[in-house]
């Protein structure tokens, strides 16, 4: 994993734990190889609008589906969280090639994570 050289200054110990669950969770679920493959399929595709609609929401879906299974894994951190997405996003440098959240739907991300844990029998239903 890839952190800004003032990692450890910029974010508090609890933003810095949910920060990393946040990108072992993006490894654990395959996303680096899955975007790998979309990226390929992109070039490929270049001339094709939908392809670059496509992988952009499937980016979307990753990060929601990581920002889930952050949430569940710390639910009482999500102020801390949340704090840590947005110090990413308005950070006055630069970040790394594939660090930048700016093309992301931040504010849908943070509303969700007011939102509380659906039950057992909604996740089922879904």
């Not at 190889?33 to 392809?51: G, K």
């Amino acid at each position: 994993m890839v952190t800004p050289a003032d990692f450890a200054e910029r974010y508090t110990p609890r933003e810095r734990e949910v920060v990393l669950a946040h990108e072992r969770t993006h490894l654990e679920r395959g996303d680096p190889p899955v975007n790998a493959a979309v990226a390929l399929l992109t070039c490929v595709n270049w001339f094709n609008p939908a392809c670059h609609v496509m992988a952009r929401w499937l980016r979307i879906d990753q990060e929601l589906a990581c920002d889930a299974r952050v949430v569940a894994a710390h639910p009482k951190a999500r102020k801390a969280y949340a704090e840590a997405m947005l110090k990413t996003q308005l950070a006055a440098r630069p970040l790394p090639l594939g660090c930048h959240w700016s093309s992301h739907p931040l504010a849908q991300r943070v509303r969700l994570l007011s939102r509380p844990a659906p039950s057992r029998a909604r996740r089922l239903i879904g």
